[in-house]
């Protein structure tokens, strides 16, 4: 009887380390999955009400697609968010000038950062003005981009785009993608 009854807690006890030793590998797993940083791009901007209002959500989703290939970040842009920000009274301008309500959005969205920009067109040149709100209420402006508007402005926005995604990286992130 008395060896049935150690067998039985040997088994016992076997079966509850090899659960435990189970369970601790789950936890390692989810330890060492990337962690996602989520990133809000608003629409930018038209500052001077130009007629180029499609550079407020073109260059938005040029930024987006440069982060395409890291899987460590999601990006939340403007045509995901519309109804969002519609409800919580965001527009391309309170979102470049009104930090509080950047803040809350970022909040409860669940995201560590927000890039918002506004440009402004002056006969046939651009600039582009952006700053990074942090989740802890900093606030980081970028450099600004001067671009001529001319008959590769389509290819002028790509690199602008990718200007701000590249100063974003190295200056937030603290890496570049290249």
Do not use: C
Not at 3 to 23: D, E, H, K, M, P
Not at 54 to 78: C, G, H, M, Q, R
Not at 140 to 161: C, H, P, Q
Request: proline fraction near 2%; hydrophobic fraction near 35%.
């Amino acid at each position: 009887m008395k060896r049935i009854i150690i067998g039985i807690l040997a088994t016992i006890f076997l079966l509850n380390n090899s659960y435990a030793q189970v369970q601790k590998k789950e936890e390692n797993k989810e330890d060492n999955k990337p962690k996602i940083t989520n990133i809000i791009i608003f629409p930018f901007y038209n500052a001077t009400g130009s007629k180029y209002k499609y550079v407020s959500t073109y260059l938005p989703e040029l930024i987006k697609y440069s982060f395409k290939d890291n899987k460590e970040l999601k990006v939340l842009d403007a045509q995901v968010l519309e109804k969002d920000m519609s409800k919580a009274n965001i527009t391309s301008e309170s979102a470049y000038s009104n930090k509080e309500m950047v803040m809350q959005f970022l909040k409860d969205k669940k995201a560590e950062y927000a890039i918002s920009a506004r440009y402004l067109i002056h006969g046939k040149t651009m600039q582009i003005n952006y700053k990074i709100f942090f989740q802890n209420g900093k606030v980081l402006s970028g450099k600004d981009i001067d671009s001529v508007i001319d008959d590769r402005f389509l290819n002028t926005l790509e690199k602008d785009a990718h200007k701000i995604s590249q100063w974003f990286q190295r200056n937030v992130l603290g890496y570049s993608l290249t």
